[in-house]
Every structure is written in structure tokens, then in C-alpha cells.
């Protein structure tokens, strides 16, 4: 049976970035990302539409995440669903995240970041700049081993 997990979003970051350590030194970060949807319902009246969604980034890319990201911050992720799962209090319990595979920072506005005017490296950079994440996660260690 065929198959196909990709994720692409756009949207700003709805916290501050703390970067965090498997115990074998990977880097990672679980973001949350606020993606807007603006359309038209059947009275004709514009709609405004917010949807939250977690991410990870793991290996370099969590660390340039931390470095010139910060709350409200811009980012454009390309990544895949993964369903985590565990059980607590004989609860099974459910969530639905995106590990990010490829992140581009965006330019634009008064969102501080590292730097604090935004002069975060544009999107015409070399994509070797934001280092794909893949390679870090190819051994992803399992929930429990992320310090969250």
C-alpha cells in the first residue's frame, strides 16, 4: 500500500524557543505554530481561522530555530505527521505533531529574535545555512528521552 506524509505550514511561533538536550547530546525543540486561514462563509462574511499545531526540530535546525527565532516569529516548516502515544493514569492518551524536516526563517517584522532587529539571514540563503534536520532524526529517540 502506497503512502505519502508530508507537511507544509506557514505560520508564527506562539512562544519562545527552549532548546533542549537528548541525554545522547542531540539537539531539540517543540515548538507551537500558529497558522491563520482568512476565506468567506455562505453569508459572504469573511472568516478568520487559527490553527495551533506542535513541531519538533531536532539536530542543527533546532539550534538555528533557537538562535533567530523567538514568539511571533515567522517560519515557513516542511516536515511529517507523527502520532505520539502513551498511557497515563490507564488513560491512553493521543497527539498529533509535525517533525520538521526542512525550516526557513522569513523575513519581515518587529518579532525581535537573536539579533533584535530582525536581521535574521534571509530566505535567499543557502539552504546548507538552515541545515535539513533529517539526518538528526533518523534515530529519533523515543518521547520519553526528550527532556520536556
Same mark, same amino acid.
Given at each position: 500500500m502506497a503512502s505519502y506524509n508530508r507537511v507544509i505550514l506557514m505560520g508564527n511561533l506562539t512562544r519562545d524557543i527552549q532548546l533542549r538536550y537528548t541525554p545522547g547530546g %542531540?539537539?531539540? %525543540?517543540?515548538?507551537?505554530l500558529a497558522v491563520h486561514d482568512r476565506r468567506k462563509n455562505q453569508n459572504g462574511e469573511w472568516i478568520d481561522e487559527t490553527t495551533f499545531v506542535d513541531v519538533t526540530f531536532w539536530g542543527r535546525t533546532a539550534e538555528v530555530a533557537a538562535e533567530y527565532l523567538s514568539k511571533g516569529s515567522p517560519v515557513f516548516v516542511e516536515g511529517r505527521l507523527k502520532l505520539d502515544t502513551w498511557e497515563k493514569d490507564g488513560q491512553k492518551?493521543?497527539?498529533?505533531r509535525v517533525v520538521c524536516d526542512r525550516m526557513q526563517l522569513l523575513g519581515g517584522g518587529g518579532s525581535g529574535g537573536a539579533s533584535g532587529g530582525g536581521s535574521r539571514p534571509s530566505t535567499s540563503a543557502p539552504r546548507d545555512e538552515f541545515a535539513s534536520s533529517s539526518a538528526a532524526h533518523e534515530h529519533e529517540p523515543a518521547m520519553d528521552d526528550i527532556p520536556f
Open positions: %542531540t539537539p531539540v %525543540t517543540e515548538v507551537g492518551n493521543y497527539k498529533l
